[in-house]
């Protein structure tokens, strides 16, 4: 038994404008430490409005404090999923 195709075609968006968004906090909130960019991507999508498409990336942070209970734990970019669409979606008159 063959695989059937799949519904829906795969899409591309090489145009797309790209909206990189990184993690807010500057400070760890368990230790006070100095949160470090991680280098890793914790949402990484394509969204399509009406006048385009865009490509939403949202990048985290870890606590580099060796005595931090949460050294290691990735602080992600709260803004990516709440309110970073708005403001295409809805502009500022």
């Known amino acids: 038994m063959s695989k059937r195709p799949?519904?829906?075609?795969?899409?591309?968006?090489?145009?797309?404008?790209?909206?990189?968004?990184?993690?807010?906090?500057?400070?760890?909130?368990?230790?006070?430490?100095?949160?470090?960019?991680?280098?890793?991507?914790?949402?990484?999508?394509?969204?399509?409005?009406?006048?385009?498409?865009?490509?939403v990336a949202g990048k985290s942070k870890t606590c580099d404090s060796p005595d931090c209970s949460h050294c290691g734990h990735h602080c992600h970019a709260s803004n990516v999923s709440v309110g970073c669409i708005a403001s295409f979606w809805f502009p500022k008159s």
Not at 33 to 53: C, D, E, F, I
């Open 6 to 55: 799949s519904h829906r075609p795969q899409r591309s968006f090489p145009d797309a404008k790209r909206v990189i968004l990184e993690c807010e906090l500057e400070e760890c909130v368990h230790c006070g430490g100095l949160l470090v960019p991680s280098g890793t991507w914790h949402v990484r999508k394509y969204v399509q409005t009406m006048k385009a498409s865009l490509f």
